[in-house]
């Protein structure tokens, strides 16, 4: 089936330095791309978004980009801090045939920050 | 931002016993709850979603008479696991959908983990 799935299930990085995590979908039909965190005992908290008519989206520390011509979809982290530590889940969301829109989530790539 | 509360945060059961699971939102009303489960290094699974006031959707081999989910209002749904038994152990979490126009984001609740003996 239909799937969104992650290249990296761990990525070690310096802190300071940038990170990068990778996300395939292979769903075109998804229009709507959002990268979670989540640490551990905890649910999932919201990091930035992105629609399909977008290819570049910038928050603070983050920036989601999105290549729908390999569906792929990747999370920048500037200068990583220790407590970026965890594990980044992409979700992508489907309309479904009765209006809702449920997430499907990537496997997840676990981030360790080394001080 | 929109808060989304789940309770217990933890229980452990003994096998056989049923379990109830409360999502809550907070500060907005939610026309739409959707229900994940996660197993421990894995990824959130929905299991079923649930729309005030009408039954709940549940996702493919999700057993619906084992969880049943009830969405009696816009700020509540529950989740309960009946005849718990020790494969459905496992960290639940609910996330609830912004009833507003052209909102999409979905907040989520801290989870619950359950573990049954």
């Known amino acids: 089936g239909e799937s969104v799935g992650l290249h990296l299930p761990t990525l070690s990085v310096q802190e300071g330095d940038n990170s990068i995590i990778n996300c395939a979908y292979s769903n075109s039909a998804s229009d709507y791309f959002i990268w979670y965190k989540q640490e551990s005992g905890k649910g999932p908290q919201f990091i930035i978004d992105?629609?399909?008519?977008?290819d570049k989206r910038q928050g603070q520390r983050v920036t989601v980009l999105l290549n729908k011509t390999v569906k792929h979809l990747s999370l920048q982290i500037a200068a990583t801090q220790p407590g970026d530590s965890a594990v980044y889940f992409c979700a992508e969301n489907l309309a479904l045939d009765t209006g809702r829109r449920a997430l499907t989530f990537g496997s997840g790539t676990r981030l360790q920050v080394q001080p | 931002g929109a808060v989304v509360s789940q309770h217990p945060s933890w229980v452990i059961c003994k096998s056989g016993t049923s379990v109830k699971i409360e999502c809550r939102s907070l500060d907005f009303q939610a026309t739409t709850m959707f229900w994940y489960r996660q197993f421990p290094k894995q990824s959130l699974m929905l299991m079923a979603t649930?729309?005030?006031?009408?039954?709940?959707?549940?996702e493919q081999g999700v057993e619906k008479d084992k969880f049943l989910i009830n969405h009696a209002s816009l700020t509540l749904s529950t989740l309960t696991v009946t005849s718990a038994h020790p494969e459905d152990s496992s960290f639940y979490i609910c996330?609830?959908?912004?009833?507003?126009?052209?909102?999409?984001?979905?907040?989520f609740g801290p989870g619950t983990r359950l573990t049954v003996l």
């Open positions: 992105i629609r399909s008519n977008m």
């Open positions: 649930s729309n005030e006031g009408s039954k709940a959707t549940y």
């Open positions: 996330s609830a959908r912004d009833g507003r126009a052209g909102r999409d984001e979905q907040f």
